[in-house]
């Protein structure tokens, strides 16, 4: 058997382990949420959070004997709070960012890439090159909303910020002209204009940022803490077979073949 089969056959014999070890072979069901408005990585669909995130998180614990309720609790912001303050289990994907680490345990394999873009109203006529052309300028966030410490602490010294709820909100006001630009994934960029008819209102900027990284996480208050290396491993299994970007295409797809209304929470 190859080394690498044997540390997969060890982190299941130590997954089941913990869970025999529990009191009276008894695991709780977990309660999991995420970012209501990123597809593919997670969003509300029929009141429910789908998207690879959520896969990746069910399949995991179902594997170390946990059934996880994937709430819907409000906006990213509330998300964050509800595991924070252990009201919920689990993240099931967020920036690794410095403000966070005191409250939450990340797995160390994140769980999708996340090329940031800039996005724009090109009826507008304005031509942006560089951040440096976006001094001054508005920008449209959703509460909670962060896109890596860089890029974070550029906006809160030289934007003025407009926080909304939902997702479609920041479109709308920027196909409208309301605001001069919103940060977001290249990957969910292009599904969400795409989504809500706005390709020809709102395009990528012409110039690359940093790709970041979604991780699970976890509460640092919770005992589930103690699977992180499993997490670790199997995270790395799925990415090495191909299984995530399989669900990044599936969950694309269904993204984009769901209605409208069906994707409001």
């Not at 809160?156 to 630009?181: C, M, P, T, W």
């Not at 994934?185 to 990284?213: C, D, M, N, R, W």
Request: hydrophobic fraction near 35%.
């Amino acid at each position: 058997m190859k080394s690498s089969g044997l540390a997969h056959y060890f982190f299941i014999i130590v997954g089941l382990m913990m869970v025999i070890q529990s009191p009276k072979g008894q695991t709780k069901e977990l309660i999991a949420c995420g970012h209501p408005y990123y597809p593919p990585v997670s969003w509300v669909q029929e009141e429910q959070l789908i998207g690879v995130a959520p896969a990746v998180v069910k399949l995991i614990f179902a594997e170390l004997g946990h059934q996880v309720r994937l709430d819907v609790v409000g906006n990213w912001k509330r998300c964050l709070s509800e595991v924070k303050t252990g009201h919920a289990d689990i993240v099931v994907a967020a920036y690794r960012i410095d403000s966070r680490e005191p409250d939450f345990d990340f797995s160390e394999q994140h769980i999708v890439d996340d090329p940031i873009g800039i996005y724009v109203n090109p009826i507008n006529n304005k031509i942006y090159h560089s951040l440096d052309d976006l001094k001054g300028k508005t920008v449209g966030l959703l509460f909670g909303d962060s896109f890596g410490d860089s890029l974070d602490a550029f906006i809160d010294e030289h934007n003025q910020i407009e926080y909304v709820s939902e997702g479609q909100q920041n479109l709308k006001k920027l196909a409208q002209g309301r605001i001069d630009f919103i940060p977001l994934g290249i990957v969910s960029g292009k599904l969400q204009t795409q989504k809500f008819g706005y390709t020809k209102q709102i395009i990528a900027a012409p110039f690359k940022l940093k790709t970041e990284y979604y991780y699970l996480a976890l509460g640092s208050h919770s005992e589930l803490s103690q699977h992180l290396p499993y997490i670790n491993q199997r995270l790395n299994e799925l990415h090495q077979s191909g299984k995530i970007q399989q669900l990044v295409t599936h969950y694309s797809k269904t993204y984009l073949e769901s209605s409208t209304e069906a994707s409001k929470p």
